[in-house]
């Protein structure tokens, strides 16, 4: 399902925080849970990945991490400030040290010229704050973009160690 460069990273990954018994905690939008299966594909990661949430509706966002319905409103559910309340709200709906949140345009539709597919936010959530990354990827296609947006996550993961 994964290729083999995702599982080696992965493998690393989930190995690093199994060492530091440090557990995570994934919020996905736009990339519908392909980091919390990314992760649990590695034998062993049951010690690392606390839970996982797929919160694609804005209803999800708000029921399952407690992203106040307000907030989506005023920034929509692709923003900055969506992104760090999915994370804080992953954090706060778990038992894992470090949650991570994706929200994007993956397209092929859905864009807008401020809102352009491939815009993907990213939230990383600790006990000591949240952290947000923007990328713009570009229109390379829904697939292409998720992968990117996977890859972004284990860098965002690997940068919480």
């Known amino acids: 399902m994964f ?17 530091a018994g440090t557990r995570i905690a994934t919020a996905e939008s736009c990339t519908g849970g ?3 299966g990314l992760l649990t594909a590695v ?4 010690a690392v990945v606390e839970r ?9 966002k708000s029921e399952a991490i407690g992203v106040p319905a ?6 929509g559910a692709v923003s900055e400030a969506v992104a760090r309340a999915m994370a804080d ?3 706060a709906a778990s038992r894992a040290d470090v949650a991570v949140a994706i929200t994007g345009i993956a397209g092929p539709g859905g864009g807008s010229a401020a809102k352009p597919v491939g815009l993907v936010h990213f939230g990383l959530a600790t006990r000591g704050g949240v952290h947000h990354l923007e990328r713009r990827y570009g229109d390379l296609g829904r697939a292409e973009i998720r992968r990117r ?8 993961l690997e940068s919480a160690l």
């Open 3 to 19: 290729d083999d460069a995702l599982l080696a990273r992965a493998t690393a990954l989930v190995a690093a925080y199994a060492k």
């Open 34 to 36: 392909l980091v919390a």
């Open 43 to 46: 034998p062993g990661s049951s």
């Open 52 to 60: 996982g949430f797929v919160t694609y509706s804005n209803e999800a």
């Open 70 to 75: 307000e907030l989506i409103e005023a920034h």
């Open 89 to 91: 709200g992953a954090l």
């Open 149 to 156: 947006a996977v890859l972004d996550a284990l860098d965002l």
